[in-house]
């Protein structure tokens, strides 16, 4: 199928890559140049790219730049000092697996090369490319798979989603709005409800405004109204992201979406997980064992320069939260859609 969606957060050009703001959007769309390793991995930790895959597609250019900058044509000193660029990249977000794996890859990559240190520097960018074209069309397969497990009644359907799992935070289309895409290019698609997600508000900020881009009908709700929306019986099926899957089929996603799939079982709403197989931890045997992020409370109690809280309150604020694998339908990926308990099949699908 060809590509509907023009939202691309993560651009090579010529010698540096273009990163879309994610932090001014949606009301200025604007990019930012990186042309060091050093400022990609701040722009990952302040979340000018944001979003598993993205973070991956934005690791893997980050590893180019920082082999660019090692000035050495001996190959083991010039791999002890990628070494080090890949572990600063490492120390930016801990819980979207897809950093790690993309890392991994670019390292792997440059260990199993055996020409000159230049050479070895043009496979790691021919690899990050590689890296983000994939994605592109792996988001396309995991799009088209939703439509094999979405409910076939209503004809035309409301779908929920939490967080942005959308083009914005994978290399385009994306995951959880890569299902919604594929639904809307079908004619199965009635509309799109958008928890605005508390507290950094990805859903109102950047889900409406992909949904805005493509004249996809987007309802913005506060995430305490799902429940009521659910018993109302307006929304047919439960669709997001995830940030990291253990074997087991638990998953961790933006915070709140544990909350989401127990209210959706409690009003038989099927709750989809859509993710690519590079968001699949094979190395948890559970969720538990998935570290999560905990940010900046300024997060929770600023709203621009606006201080919303008194003076003398504490405050705990994880980016992510698990949700277990018995709460969820299927998980849909570029190789199909499964339950929870059947992942373990796609293991040796898996490329690391
Ligand atoms: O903190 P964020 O904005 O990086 O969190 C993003 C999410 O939780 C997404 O749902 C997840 O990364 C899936 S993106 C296809």
Same mark, same amino acid.
């Given at each position: 199928?060809?590509?509907?969606?023009?939202?691309?957060?993560?651009?090579?050009?010529?010698?540096?890559?273009?990163?879309?703001?994610?932090?001014?959007?949606?009301?200025?769309?604007?990019?930012?140049?990186?042309?060091?390793?050093?400022?990609?991995?701040?722009?990952?930790?302040?979340?000018?790219?944001?979003?598993?895959?993205?973070?991956?597609?934005?690791?893997?250019?980050?590893?180019?730049?920082?082999?660019?900058?090692?000035?050495?044509?001996? =190959?083991?000193?010039?791999?002890?000092?990628?070494?080090?660029?890949?572990?600063?990249?490492?120390? @930016?977000?801990?819980?979207?697996?897809?950093?790690?794996?993309?890392?991994?890859?670019?390292?792997?990559?440059?260990?199993?090369?055996?020409?000159?240190?230049?050479?070895?520097?043009?496979?790691?960018?021919?690899?990050? *490319?590689?890296?983000?074209?994939?994605?592109?069309?792996?988001? *396309?397969?995991?799009?088209?798979?939703?439509?094999?497990?979405?409910?076939?009644?209503?004809?035309?359907?409301?779908?929920?989603?939490?967080?942005?799992?959308?083009?914005?935070?994978?290399?385009?289309?994306?995951?959880?709005?890569?299902?919604? =895409?594929?639904?809307?290019?079908?004619?199965?698609?009635?509309?799109?409800?958008?928890?605005?997600?508390?507290?950094?508000?990805?859903?109102?900020?950047?889900?409406?405004?992909?949904?805005?881009?493509?004249?996809?009908?987007?309802?913005?709700? @506060?995430?305490?109204?799902?429940?009521?929306?659910?018993?109302?019986?307006?929304?047919?099926?439960?669709?997001?992201?995830?940030?990291?899957?253990?074997?087991?089929?638990?998953?961790?996603?933006?915070?709140?979406?544990?909350?989401?799939?127990?209210?959706?079982?409690?009003?038989?709403?099927?709750?989809?997980?859509?993710?690519?197989?590079?968001? &699949?931890?094979?190395?948890?045997?559970?969720?538990?064992?998935?570290? &999560?992020?905990?940010?900046?409370?300024?997060?929770?109690?600023?709203?621009?320069?606006? &201080?919303?809280?008194?003076?003398?309150?504490?405050?705990?604020?994880?980016?992510?939260?698990?949700?277990?694998?018995?709460?969820?339908?299927?998980?849909?990926?570029?190789?199909?859609?499964?339950?929870?308990?059947?992942?373990?099949?796609? =293991?040796?699908?898996?490329?690391?």
């Amino acid at each position: 199928m060809s590509i509907t969606n023009q939202v691309y957060p993560v651009i090579w050009n010529q010698d540096r890559v273009l990163l879309i703001d994610q932090n001014r959007l949606p009301n200025e769309y604007t990019f930012v140049e990186i042309t060091c390793s050093e400022d990609m991995g701040q722009a990952i930790k302040t979340m000018i790219v944001r979003g598993a895959p993205a973070i991956g597609v934005a690791a893997a250019y980050g590893m180019y730049l920082g082999a660019t900058e090692i000035q050495t044509e001996n =190959r083991d000193e010039f791999l002890t000092k990628l070494e080090q660029i890949a572990q600063m990249l490492r120390q @930016t977000r801990p819980t979207a697996v897809n950093l790690f794996w993309a890392i991994a890859r670019m390292m792997r990559t440059a260990y199993e090369s055996i020409g000159t240190v230049a050479e070895i520097k043009a496979i790691l960018l021919k690899t990050a *490319q590689t890296i983000n074209s994939e994605d592109l069309q792996t988001c *396309q397969a995991i799009g088209d798979n939703g439509l094999k497990v979405l409910p076939s009644n209503p004809d035309k359907l409301t779908i929920l989603t939490h967080c942005n799992a959308g083009a914005l935070a994978t290399a385009g289309y994306g995951t959880a709005l890569g299902v919604v =895409r594929s639904a809307w290019r079908e004619g199965r698609l009635m509309r799109v409800f958008a928890d605005e997600t508390r507290p950094r508000l990805q859903g109102a900020k950047l889900t409406a405004w992909e949904c805005v881009q493509e004249g996809i009908p987007v309802t913005v709700i @506060t995430d305490s109204m799902a429940a009521h929306c659910m018993k109302q019986g307006l929304i047919h099926a439960v669709v997001v992201g995830a940030d990291r899957i253990a074997a087991n089929g638990d998953v961790a996603n933006k915070i709140g979406t544990y909350s989401l799939a127990l209210v959706a079982k409690a009003h038989n709403v099927p709750f989809f997980v859509a993710a690519p197989l590079s968001t &699949i931890d094979f190395e948890l045997s559970s969720g538990e064992e998935i570290p &999560i992020e905990e940010r900046d409370p300024a997060e929770i109690y600023k709203v621009g320069d606006t &201080i919303l809280t008194p003076a003398g309150v504490d405050f705990y604020n994880p980016a992510f939260d698990v949700t277990p694998a018995e709460l969820i339908s299927a998980i849909i990926t570029e190789h199909g859609a499964v339950a929870p308990a059947e992942l373990k099949h796609f =293991r040796e699908k898996q490329l690391v």
